[in-house]
């Protein structure tokens, strides 16, 4: 398989500005199998090199947007006024029950900034209906109505609405690609999250953005910023050509998210069209490649060709097997697999409960993975989001912007900023600069000219020049007074103290080498098994009687000596409140043995503050009812031909029960409660 990069402009856009990178196996099968190769494009450019921005801002300001809403949205418009320079140009039009062009498309100079800023200021009012269409329209009607449009400026449109559409329907505007994508924001409980995804999605690359009552649209607006104030690659495609006698591919077979492909026949190749590339964004694309059946050994190398192309190859021997993945592969598709679900959960048509087990299969599917690959943390984190929102608008606000999230691989925000799957640096950076911006106005953020400059001096201090072979091969010899050198006494201190820190470091080594060998025979403790027996819950908000049974289970693998536990205490609690208190008298594990200590949970009249109410009102909506199990116990053991160690041992971990279905702990839970 072959594969190439290329985008442009040639000043913005050269394919060496982008990576391409090949995660494979390295060998398979000789006979027929199939194998799946992942390609990942990363922009390496200076942020110095982006090119002018053209940004539309359409704005909902009916009368559902009066009070705090329509002030969040002018301090948002007044962040992105301060970020833009000389070279990005600013329209805005706003719509209720008609749409008006503000602001015509006028570059951001000072004095062009202070009069935009005034009228954000004195001209938003909110009143009438929500016309969606017409304000789209006309966002679209100023940008393609531009007479400049050189230099292969970026073009995009963001577009806001807290509400349901009045009459038209926005969905069915043509969006053509000459106008950049369109990024939408769904702010509040009331907003028709369908039709402003589907608007995203009828652009190409567009994103949707979830944002909640009460939240701040300068921090959600900020993101996007981010993006299109650093874009420095455009019209980025890939393209992925069969290698003749060694593999076939079809487009079926190139899994690019929502990124358009074309298939040449007689090239047996895909491209896949990408469009902007942010400054350290990722793409990562799915190839899978079927390898006919060899008679022999074959060998294979990775490398690099001329002109930005990677060839991948693929050793061909009896010994591999036709289920093995390289833990990047693996990772990409947890993650398409969980993209999917989350699809299928948002098409449940207003079932919230089957909407909520389909991300509860999601969440013990992440669990029972065997690796530990950062990705999984994030999306657990994506999971355990979802499932605190309690009614279906909420959800499907939430699913869908989380579903064109990962079909696009670009960052967007879903009820809060706490999920940052697809974030680059500049994105954090500007969080950070909008949240202060949010809490003092009077204080102006860093234009985007300030943020180059800032991110230049960062790459030159972290940059280490490297010294040529002539200077790796001499040094400098200084000549001073007798006064400046050396003494016999200094020396003699450097050598003392370089002895004693080789010994501190060859004690810690063996240390070090002492706790890996006999860490495996270490006690432990872990949860073998937990059941949710009673669970009534009052209106008053207090746990008015729990019953449940827990055991567990104190391990001894050493082969040589006893271990001793001389006191334990666990507490089980839930959100912060302690509900009951397990603890065990001095017992005693023998060797190679272990001990199940069985607890009967017994409690009443547990009181939860207004936080913990809301979350067991979640947990019991939801079927699923999450306790924390935690505390620690004191033991202790021979280490080999080592003295008797006292050490404690804690446990930390969250244990929660299909309730009241059958009162089970999830496996996956019962499998991770051990202590360290």
């Known amino acids: ?29 000789l006979e027929e199998n199939r194998q799946q190769v992942l390609l990942e494009l990363t922009d390496t450019s200076s942020t110095a090199e982006r090119s002018g921005l053209d940004l539309v801002a359409v704005l909902d300001v009916s009368g559902s947007m009066r009070g705090w809403k329509l002030e969040k949205l002018k301090t948002a418009m007044k962040f992105v006024i301060s970020k833009l320079s000389p070279i990005d140009r600013l329209s805005i039009v706003s719509f209720s029950t008609e749409a008006k062009r503000l602001f015509h498309l006028r570059s951001m ?23 969606m269409e017409a304000g789209l329209e006309t966002g679209l009607k100023v940008l393609g109505g531009r007479q400049h449009k ?34 939408t924001f769904g702010f509040g409980a009331d907003q028709d999250s369908k039709v402003l995804e589907a608007i995203a999605r009828n652009s190409h690359g567009g994103t949707f953005y979830d944002v909640g009552d009460g939240e701040s649209l300068a921090v959600h607006f900020s993101q996007i910023m981010a993006g299109l104030l650093s874009v420095v690659v455009q019209d980025l495609q890939l393209t992925v050509w069969e290698t003749t006698g060694h593999s076939r591919i079809d487009d079926n077979r190139v899994d690019a998210g929502c990124y358009p492909k074309d298939t040449d026949n007689r090239a047996r190749s895909v491209t896949v069209t990408f469009g902007y590339l942010y400054s350290g964004e990722v793409r990562k694309v799915m190839v899978d490649l079927l390898l006919p059946a060899v008679q022999r050994d074959t060998q294979g ?22 289920y093995a993945k390289t833990l990047e592969v693996k990772a990409e598709l947890v993650r398409r697999r969980h993209s999917k679900i989350l699809e299928e959960a948002s098409g449940m048509n207003e079932d919230l409960h089957g909407a909520r087990r389909k991300l509860l299969e999601a969440q013990v599917a992440l669990d029972a993975e065997p690796s530990s690959h950062p990705l999984f943390a994030i999306l657990k984190a994506e999971l355990e989001k979802l499932l605190t929102l309690t009614t279906w608008k909420e959800l499907l606000a939430c699913l869908l912007a989380s579903v064109r999230s990962h079909l696009t691989q670009r960052y967007a925000g879903r009820h809060d900023v706490s999920v940052r799957i697809f974030a680059t640096e500049r994105m954090e950076t500007y969080m950070d600069q909008a949240s202060k911006f949010e809490e003092d106005p009077d204080k102006l953020p860093p234009s985007v000219d300030d ?42 201190t450097v050598l003392a103290c370089t002895a004693l820190a ?29 059941h949710l027996e009673r669970l009534e819950y009052g209106q008053d908000g207090a746990i008015d009687y729990l019953q449940a049974s827990i055991t567990v289970l104190a391990v001894n693998n050493n082969s040589k000596t006893d271990a001793s536990f001389s006191s334990m205490d666990l507490v ?24 199940p ?80």
């Open 301 to 322: 190398r990775v490398y690099y060709s001329p002109r930005d192309r990677l060839r991948c190859f693929i050793r061909r021997t009896g010994s591999a097997s036709p």
């Open 109 to 131: 100079t000072e004095a062009t900034k202070a009069e935009l800023t005034d009228m954000v200021e004195n001209r938003l009012n909110a009143s009438g209906s929500t016309n």
């Open 1 to 29: 398989m072959h594969a190439g990069a290329a985008a442009g402009p040639p000043r913005l856009g050269n394919a060496e500005r982008v990576r391409l990178v090949a995660h494979c196996n390295d060998k398979a099968p």
């Open 572 to 595: 089980l609690g839930f959100h912060g409140a302690d509900v009951a208190l397990l603890r065990a008298q001095p017992f005693v594990v023998p060797r190679e043995s272990s001990l």
């Open 597 to 676: 200590l069985l607890y009967r949970v017994v409690s009443a009249g547990r009181a939860l503050d207004a936080a913990g109410m809301q979350a067991m009102d979640e947990a019991l909506k939801a079927g699923v009812v999450p306790f924390d199990l935690f505390g620690k116990a004191r033991t202790r053991w021979k280490v080999g031909v080592f003295a008797n160690l006292r050490f404690w041992m804690r446990i930390s971990c969250r244990l929660r029960f299909f309730f009241p279905s059958n009162g089970t702990v999830m496996p996956t839970d019962r499998d991770k409660c051990r202590s360290r």
């Open 502 to 530: 080789v010994g501190v470091i060859l004690a810690g080594v063996a240390v070090f080498a002492v706790y890996l060998l006999y860490r495996p025979s270490m006690p432990y403790l872990a949860v073998s098994d937990a």
């Open 150 to 183: 050189g230099g292969r400026r970026v073009a995009a449109i963001v577009l806001m609405s807290d509400g349901q559409q009045g009459p038209g329907d926005a969905t069915v505007v043509p969006i053509d690609d000459d106008v950049g994508a369109v990024y």
């Open 451 to 492: 943020d180059v400059q800032a991110e230049a001096e960062m790459v030159k201090r972290t940059w280490v020049p490297q010294r040529s072979p002539e200077q790796r091969g001499t040094s400098r010899i200084w000549a001073g007074s007798r006064e400046r050198s050396s003494s016999g006494w200094a020396w003699a």
